[in-house]
């Protein structure tokens, strides 16, 4: 069975903090996205990575960071946590080559920062 | 550049009933299209997908929909819901980026209650 799995399912972390979201998936996927849930606004997405070491910004891209050094994780991180980053965090990963094949969704990972 | 719309925020529906949701899109060039289903405390899930061919896609769970292109719509119908059907439904279309790479831009949901 494929999976996305997001390391937390809920966070609590102070204003200022350096906070990071890890993900992994275990089917090879080349892709791999970070987005944000919020009412009213659908997912948004922050950043996507095609490749390791590879990333490209998505819409709302300001005030987060990524890595990927390995194929298998892709890191969201928070440089200085704020409160308006408090939201649900959604991570995906999608096979590349097909054309836009399925996204595979982790849980996802409710973060709030006070 | 491409965008989701779904319309209804929310939608009520009694068990049994038939269900629309509706999803317009807008994208330059032929689209590919996707709804996703996320029960509370959940991922998301694929109910379906739209590529090319035939414009009537069936999916899980007894979902299916078509693409009319030129409505720019693809909506999301069920001719008789269950209560297990509630849950938030999202229409997303996939493209790719300046740089080539694949995306997906989702719509803002509408969510579904079902009353007995």
């Known amino acids: 069975d494929v999976k996305v799995t997001q390391s937390s399912r809920y966070l609590v972390k102070r204003t200022g903090e350096k906070v990071f979201l890890e993900c992994v998936q275990d089917?090879?996927?080349?892709?791999m996205f970070w987005y944000r849930q919020d009412p009213g606004l659908g997912l948004r997405l922050i950043y996507f990575?095609?490749?390791?070491?590879?990333?490209e910004k998505g819409d709302i891209p300001e005030g987060y960071s990524v890595s990927r050094e390995k194929k298998e994780r892709f890191s969201l991180i928070l440089e200085s946590a704020s409160t308006n980053q408090t939201s649900m965090y959604l991570c995906?990963?999608?096979?590349?080559?097909?054309?836009?094949?399925?996204?595979?969704f982790g849980q996802g990972t409710r973060l709030t920062v006070v | 550049a491409q965008s989701v719309t779904q319309p209804d925020i929310h939608i009520t529906v009694s068990e049994g009933a038939s269900l629309e949701l509706r999803c317009n899109y807008s994208?330059?060039?032929?689209?590919?299209l996707f709804w996703y289903v996320q029960s509370p405390g959940q991922g998301l899930q694929l109910l379906l997908k739209?590529?090319?061919?035939?414009?009537l896609v069936q999916g899980i769970k007894g979902f299916e929909a078509e693409f009319k292109r030129s409505q720019s719509s693809f909506n999301l119908r069920k001719p008789s819901v269950h209560w297990s059907d509630a849950a938030e439904y999202f229409c997303?279309?996939?493209?790719?980026?300046?740089?080539?790479?694949?995306?997906?831009?989702f719509g803002t949901g509408t969510r579904l209650t079902i009353i007995p």
């Open positions: 995906a990963s999608s096979d590349s080559g097909v054309p836009n094949t399925e996204a595979f």
């Open positions: 089917m090879d996927h080349e892709n």
């Open positions: 990575s095609y490749d390791v070491k590879m990333k």
């Open positions: 994208y330059g060039a032929t689209p590919y």
């Open positions: 739209y590529f090319s061919g035939d414009t």
């Open positions: 997303a279309v996939g493209f790719i980026s300046n740089f080539g790479n694949e995306k997906l831009t």
